[in-house]
């Protein structure tokens, strides 16, 4: 088992900037592909950035080049810097881990993540 528990959501405005972290504890050994889904009332979770034991990364579309995923393996912790932010992006943030190693394709596919964390708001004010 894999607990993962999320920290540094709040409240911005539009322009600024949070950083999201994720602590997991457990058999973290296990854990290859982390990631940031996110939440907004009446839509569907979707994937926002994916990074692996390796290092590779993979973002959403809409938050390429304002969002930074990064992972301290030693920490086992979990990051994500978010900069310009916008009210688009105000949703619940979950913390996913899967044992899996995902194919870059499918890393947004949420079946393949077993464990996750109870999630951070994250709320921008325009």
């Known amino acids: 088992q894999v607990q993962l528990v999320e920290s540094g959501g709040g409240s911005v405005q539009a322009g600024g900037s949070l950083r999201l972290s994720c602590a997991a504890s457990g058999y973290t050994g296990s854990v290859y592909c982390m990631g940031w889904f996110r939440q907004a009332p009446g839509k569907e979770r979707e994937g926002v950035a994916v990074?692996?034991?390796?290092?590779?990364?993979s973002y959403a579309d809409s938050v390429k080049g304002r969002f930074t995923i990064s992972r301290d393996n030693a920490k086992n912790t979990l990051y994500l810097q978010m900069n310009s932010l916008n009210a688009e992006d105000t949703a619940m943030y979950y913390c996913a881990a899967s044992q899996y190693r995902i194919s870059w394709w499918a890393r947004f596919q949420k079946a393949f993540y077993a464990y996750w964390g109870q999630g951070t708001q994250v709320t921008v004010s325009s």
């Open positions: 990074i692996d034991s390796d290092g590779s990364t």
